[in-house]
T-cell receptor, first 118, second 119 residues
Framework: KAGVTQTPRYLIKTRGQQVTLSCSPI?????VSWYQQTPGQGLQFLFE???????NKGNFPGRFSGRQFSNSRSEMNVSTLELGDSALYLC?????????????????FGPGTRLTVL | AQKVTQAQTEISVVEKEDVTLDCVYE???????LFWYKQPPSGELVFLIR??????QNEISGRYSWNFQKSTSSFNFTITASQVVDSAVYFC????????????????FGKGTKLSVIP
């Protein structure tokens, strides 16, 4: 079974621009979570999507947004980029069985997208 | 508030030595989940183990073993006979049930312990 895939793997943007990152979960997984990793703050939860709805959100400004499509693929968007947004953005997917509203199955991570803001 | 503390920032050991990575957590939930992930230089977080709060049975998997003690809120990870390929950053994480009643849970990570295994 293919793992979680993220595109692009590397991205360079300038301040003020916006960026869209993509995540394809493991086949059959219906929940997608996003995390930001920086040297200073470590790994921090951004948000989670399930059934095309944002279920949970971390403490990040509104410039960070996301969405999920009917095939469970997810995108996250960062508008008006700041230097501090430079980070590794990791996406994780987990299985939420059909007929069940929630799951505590393990989250499996993708390779990440490394965003550099100049 | 949920919190995970990995007091060891960096550890260096000589190959074949045993090494234990410490993890202490804080949560008000009675049901929670604990994880260890490994992050090699490539950047991808690799899942190692998961423990449910109601299951304090310790586990050994090859050279890896885990010691979960609810009384001290600790979930330590030991590598026996370390190898150079074990060099990575190891993260302990706490997962809380989905408060929204749907979807998955939110992971709270420790700052990580960088393990260097010297040949």
């Amino acid at each position: 079974k293919a793992g979680v895939t993220q595109t692009p793997r590397y991205l360079i943007k300038t301040r003020g621009q916006q960026v869209t990152l993509s995540c394809s979960p493991i086949s059959g997984h219906r929940s997608v979570s996003w995390y930001q990793q920086t040297p200073g703050q470590g790994l921090q939860f951004l948000f989670e999507y399930f059934s095309e709805t944002q279920r949970n959100k971390g403490n990040f400004p509104g410039r960070f947004s996301g969405r999920q499509f009917s095939n469970s693929r997810s995108e996250m968007n960062v508008s008006t980029l700041e230097l501090g947004d430079s980070a590794l953005y990791l996406c994780a997917s987990s299985l939420v069985p059909s007929g069940s509203p929630s799951s505590t199955d393990t989250q499996y991570f993708g390779p990440g997208t490394r965003l550099t803001v100049l | 508030a949920q919190k995970v503390t990995q007091a060891q920032t960096e550890i260096s050991v000589v190959e074949k030595e045993d090494v234990t990575l410490d993890c202490v957590y804080e949560t008000r939930d009675t049901t929670y989940y604990l994880f260890w992930y490994k992050q090699p230089p490539s950047g991808e977080l690799v899942f190692l183990i998961r423990r449910n709060s109601f299951d304090e049975q310790n586990e050994i998997s090859g050279r890896y073993s885990w010691n979960f003690q609810k009384s001290t809120s600790s979930f330590n990870f030991t590598i026996t006979a370390s190898q150079v390929v074990d060099s990575a950053v190891y993260f302990c994480a706490l997962g809380d049930p989905p408060y929204s009643g749907a979807g998955s849970y939110q992971l709270t990570f420790g700052k990580g312990t960088k393990l260097s295994v010297i040949p």
